[in-house]
């Protein structure tokens, strides 16, 4: 049996510990990643520029390399998908990690009933000062917390591991966005099973 | 050591002064000096058109910008919103009294399926602020409700948002209804949201989208006027 060919993943920095995970989970060592910055997210328009100048130092670095996108459409409109067209490489389907951690088809099925929800990932979870309470200016500025969050009425917190102090650190995020709590264990999703193809 | 700025009495600029500190004022926020300094110009005789023109929407104009060009983020910009709609409510009731042009009336309102509303918020206070009559329907509008406002209020403009690609498709489903009903012809439809782009704008039918408040202020203008030389 011939090994698999060397796969390069460009990824969201807020995927790292969970595509680490499954591929030292599953041994996948044909499997290197590399991350652009989390906080692309706050701009999304400049993702795919990102995405376009990762994927051309790869491919300075190592010509033969495949390169697998690991971002959803994140808010980019399409542009992401035009431009992963462009540059003649696959990306992930759905339109954002929220979506294909609880599965695609899934997520879209639950829409209609959860339209007043916000997420939160593990990511989020343990980096909601940075990304959420910081980035939104809450610290500086609390009052604002009902203008963004006053027509939501529950976060989710969708788990990609079992962990009660994760679980304990989103409950406490609900609380300080006045919101009430779930929580909903997805494990890794699609994500797992879009690597799981190139294993 | 005071900051300088801590010193900065307002009613002892001169007007040119002024309009540019309020213009500083906006992009930090400063509700409390915005609705002192739009005071001061009222007593100065600056008529609440004036006012609202040169210094609040100006200086909004200049955080949109400056939001657009990723200098400024959502917090600042809605700390400048918050502070030009303390202006505003001073100005609203000042301007139904002077006659301040009108440009026309907008229904405007976020899609089925969707709460989010901070950018249709600015495109109102803009819209406003450029002399539009603004009916907010507020978030989550079904077709029915979108329909049922137009029709009752006499629009000239629908104005739809929507902040995620699994919303967006509903501002089709609302513009077919419009022209199974015969509707479409009698309205300017625009639309805006960050997963939104002008190509997208075309395939649903609307007669523009918007990427921010100044744009859609413009794009309101330009149809307005471009409806009113057609039936000159």
């Known amino acids: 049996m011939t090994a698999p060919a060397p796969l390069r993943l460009l990824a969201c920095g807020a995927l790292a510990r969970e595509v680490l995970a499954l591929i030292a989970a599953n041994g996948w060592s044909h499997m290197a990643l590399r991350c652009l910055p989390a906080d692309l997210h706050l701009r999304p328009e400049r993702i795919p520029a990102a995405v376009a100048r990762a994927v051309a130092e790869i491919r300075a670095e190592t010509p033969a390399a495949q390169i697998f996108v690991l971002y959803a459409d994140c808010g980019t409109g399409g542009q992401l998908q035009r431009t992963c067209a462009e540059l003649g490489v696959e990306m992930l389907d759905g339109p954002h990690c929220y979506a294909f951690f609880d599965g695609n088809a899934a997520f879209a099925d639950r829409?209609?009933?959860?339209?007043?929800?916000?997420?939160?990932?593990?990511?989020?979870?343990?980096?909601?000062?940075?990304?959420?309470?910081?980035?939104?200016?809450?610290?500086?500025?609390?009052?604002?917390?009902d203008m963004m969050f006053g027509h939501y009425r529950r976060l989710i917190y969708l788990a990609q591991t079992?962990?009660?102090?994760?679980?304990?650190?989103?409950?406490?995020?609900?609380?300080?966005?006045?919101?009430?709590?779930?929580?909903?264990?997805?494990?890794?999703?699609?994500?797992?099973?879009?690597?799981?193809?190139?294993? | 050591m005071a900051d300088e700025d801590d010193d900065i009495i307002l009613s002892e600029l001169d007007d040119e002064e002024l309009v540019q500190q309020m213009h500083d004022d906006l992009y930090d926020g400063l509700k409390d000096e915005i609705e002192e300094a739009v005071g001061i110009l009222l007593e100065r005789g600056w008529t609440p058109y004036e006012v609202l023109t040169q210094a609040l929407v100006s200086g909004m104009t200049i955080v949109g910008n400056d939001f657009r060009d990723g200098i400024l983020f959502v917090p600042e910009v809605l700390l400048a919103a918050n502070a030009m709609k303390a202006g505003m409510s001073i100005l609203k009731p000042l301007l139904a009294e002077t006659g301040a042009p009108r440009m026309g009336k907008m229904v405007i309102g976020t899609v089925k399926g969707d709460i989010h509303d901070i950018g249709k918020n600015l495109v109102a206070m803009m819209m406003e602020g450029a002399g539009f009559e603004i009916v907010d329907l507020g978030i989550n509008n079904p077709v029915e409700t979108y329909l049922e406002a137009i029709e009752r209020e006499g629009a000239d403009i629908l104005g739809m948002s929507a902040l995620l690609t699994t919303t967006m498709p509903y501002m089709k489903v609302v513009i077919d209804t419009m022209k199974e009903q015969g509707l479409r012809d009698k309205y300017i439809v625009l639309v805006g949201g960050a997963p939104l782009n002008e190509e997208f704008g075309r395939a649903i039918g609307a007669d523009a989208y918007c990427r921010d408040a100044a744009v859609a202020v413009e794009t309101a203008k330009s149809l307005i006027a471009r409806r009113h030389n057609q039936t000159v």
């Open chain 1, 162 to 199: 079992e962990d009660p102090a994760l679980d304990r650190q989103a409950e406490a995020a609900a609380q300080r966005l006045g919101l009430a709590y779930e929580r909903r264990f997805t494990g890794y999703g699609d994500l797992a099973a879009a690597l799981a193809a190139k294993g």
């Open chain 1, 111 to 145: 829409a209609e009933g959860e339209f007043d929800a916000f997420y939160l990932t593990d990511f989020l979870t343990r980096h909601f000062d940075a990304f959420v309470w910081r980035a939104m200016g809450l610290d500086r500025h609390p009052e604002l917390r």
